[in-house]
């Protein structure tokens, strides 16, 4: 990470307005279309929710607003983002599973099997709240939901670390499509940058 420059920012003064609200994120739900990913992931044996978190990673980390942080009061830019999702146990409840970012989707997916194994071999709950060159994933596939809203501490809102959660496949009109919620800090990133991240996952998926 390196410190971030935002006095020659052009978001100088959008970044100063919403930094001190008492609740400064916002959340766009939308829907993207997963035909072809879906084809994709049969067509090759990879998990297609590991392939969901690997398209976002992938677009999240093209964008210099998702890469931003708070630190003791200063930002930081990080050079690469990872992403830690809730994974689903045998109780019915969850844990939380890190997975680094990869070259390929190939090699996400490899590494991403061997870490799931991992932490359900080792089982436990261990959040690594320390930790900020992360996005925040759930994996919400019993439901088709059209909006969510996230469960936040204190010191969430000191950090900036964006949350998405992916929930239930529906079909609409032949086309398979998945809700994906995307809940960001006001001072780092407005609609306009929240809008790209959509449009590279679609274009990810659309070029596979």
């Known amino acids: 990470m390196k410190a971030f420059d935002i006095e020659s920012w052009e978001r100088k003064e959008q970044f ?11 959340n766009i739900t939308s829907h993207i279309e997963i035909s072809n990913l879906k084809k994709y992931c049969k067509q090759h044996s990879l998990s297609f ?17 998702f890469k931003l942080r708070f630190k003791n009061e200063n930002v930081y830019l990080y050079e690469s983002l990872d992403i830690g999702s809730t994974i689903l146990n045998e109780q019915n ?18 590494k991403g099997k061997e870490t799931i194994q991992e932490c359900k071999n080792n089982g ?5 709240e320390s930790m900020l060159n992360l ?3 759930s994996i919400v596939p019993w439901i088709s939901f059209s909006s969510f809203k996230h ?15 992916f929930g239930k496949v529906f079909e609409d009109q032949q086309l398979e499509k998945i ?8 001072a780092f990133m407005d609609g306009y940058h929240v809008s ?3 449009n590279k996952i679609q274009q990810f998926i659309d070029a596979l």
Do not use: W
């Open 16 to 26: 100063y307005f919403f930094k001190t609200y008492e609740d400064p994120f916002f």
């Open 135 to 137: 996005i925040h994933c």
């Open 93 to 110: 409840t969850f844990m939380f599973c890190y997975f680094t970012n990869q070259d390929s989707i190939f090699s996400f997916d490899k």
């Open 124 to 128: 436990g709950f261990t959040p690594k």
């Open 196 to 198: 790209l991240f959509f």
């Open 49 to 65: 929710s590991l392939a969901c978190l690997y398209i976002a990673l992938k677009s999240a980390n093209e964008i210099l607003e």
């Open 179 to 186: 809700p994906l919620s995307v809940e960001v800090h006001h």
């Open 151 to 165: 469960a936040r501490k204190g010191d969430e809102y000191t950090k900036g670390i964006p949350k998405i959660v």
